[in-house]
T-cell receptor, first 112, second 116 residues
Framework: GNSVTQMEGPVTLSEEAFLTINCTYT??????LFWYVQYPGEGLQLLLK?????DKGSNKGFEATYRKETTSFHLEKGSVQVSDSAVYFC???????????FGSGTRLSIRP | DAGVIQSPRHEVTEMGQEVTLRCKPI?????LFWYRQTMMRGLELLIY????????DSGMPEDRFSAKMPNASFSTLKIQPSEPRDSAVYFC??????????????FGEGSRLTVL
């Protein structure tokens, strides 16, 4: 079946450091891929998405590229801020169903 | 525009009691999803509806759980009887129609359930 695996947290970085959160997936067909972010006490919200191979999603300085050959969708940001502290979820939507499957989430903490 | 509205935000109850969680999706959205979030299992899809009809309830943990969507603007998730292992944050999310696999989910703020 379809699944998403992302790196375990928590991840702690200093402000202005480079961020990578790894995500790999298993799916049949051609899924769409997403990164969602959850700030403390809130629901998830979409951060970025990519709908086909080699697409790059970007938002708020975050980027992720849909790599079909490595079945990956790693999240990156060149210079993190304290306000980026949150839980990040990688997710996929299969081509044969309407539901979205989430990874386990990675908690990110940024030190001033 | 109002987002997805969930109630109650917090619920503390005793084992064996009935719990009802409520959700009002964004107007015009025709998909509605119920998720459960715990530290151990992360974010699990319980059930989802399309045009008020349940499409996939394979994630509902057992017969104690039931969900209904009597109309396009209201859904409930009921647990009867509740058990301590049901303690979690329950999220409702909705999605625009005709967006297939590209659609963005809009989440409510969640209902935090504690069963003593």
């Amino acid at each position: 079946g379809n699944s998403v695996t992302q790196m375990e947290g928590p991840v702690t970085l200093s402000e202005e450091a480079f961020l990578t959160i790894n995500c790999t997936y298993t799916a049949t067909g051609y899924p769409s891929l997403f990164w969602y972010v959850q700030y403390p006490g809130e629901g998830l919200q979409l951060l970025l998405k990519a709908t086909k191979a080699d697409d790059k999603g970007s938002n708020k300085g975050f980027e992720a590229t849909y790599r079909k050959e490595t079945t990956s969708f790693h999240l990156e940001k060149g210079s993190v801020q304290v306000s980026d502290s949150a839980v990040y979820f990688c997710a996929l939507s299969s081509s044969s169903a309407s539901k979205i499957i989430f990874g386990s989430g990675t908690r990110l903490s940024i030190r001033p | 525009d109002a987002g997805v509205i969930q109630s109650p935000r917090h619920e503390v109850t005793e084992m064996g009691q009935e719990v009802t969680l409520r959700c009002k999706p964004i107007s015009g959205h025709d998909y509605l999803f119920w998720y459960r979030q715990t530290m151990m299992r992360g974010l699990e899809l319980l059930i989802y509806f399309n045009n008020n009809v349940p499409i996939d309830d394979s994630g509902m943990p057992e017969d104690r759980f039931s969900a209904k969507m009597p109309n396009a603007s209201f859904s409930t998730l009921k647990i009867q009887p509740s058990e301590p292992r049901d303690s979690a944050v329950y999220f409702c999310a909705s999605r625009l129609p005709d967006r297939g696999r590209f659609g963005e989910l809009f989440f409510g703020e969640g209902s935090r359930l504690t069963v003593l």
